[in-house]
Nanobody, 127 residues
Framework: QFQLVESGGGLVQPGGSLRFSCAISGPGFTFNYYAITWFRQAAGGILEGISC????????WYADSVKGRFTMYRDSAKNTVYLQMNDLKSWDTAVYYC??????????????????WGKGTLVTVSS
């Protein structure tokens, strides 16, 4: 019903920055009903929830691994969510996904809760 498309991945040197976009399309989508979560999965690793934003935009959560370096925000007029990533580290190398679910309150990083997923975009942090 809804499509999530990530963009903005690529190769970056340690200490560099990237900005991801997650564009959501489909009839009737609104941030009034859906929270958005960013996940990542390194090669051979587990899927990790790293940031999420509630549907009301009053609650944003970050994993300790990215807190202070990553910032999540959205443009409701464009149905797009962004993840600004600064001071990238080698261990940030992963495929990054955005996902949506419809909680009553707050936001979650439990992958099983997600209703919609993007296909992912790869970030490689290397010199």
């Amino acid at each position: 019903q809804f499509q999530l498309v990530e963009s903005g991945g690529g190769l970056v040197q340690p200490g560099g920055s990237l900005r991801f976009s997650c564009a959501i399309s489909g009839p009737g989508f609104t941030f009034n009903y859906y929270a958005i979560t960013w996940f990542r999965q390194a090669a051979g690793g587990i899927l990790e929830g790293i940031s999420c934003m509630s549907k009301s935009d009053d609650s944003i959560w970050y994993a300790d691994s990215v807190k202070g370096r990553f910032t999540m925000y959205r443009d409701s007029a464009k149905n797009t969510v962004y993840l600004q990533m600064n001071d990238l580290k080698s261990w940030d190398t992963a495929v990054y996904y955005c996902a949506a679910d419809a909680p009553d309150l707050g936001c979650y990083t439990t992958s099983q809760r997600m209703d919609y997923w993007g296909k992912g975009t790869l970030v490689t942090v290397s010199s």
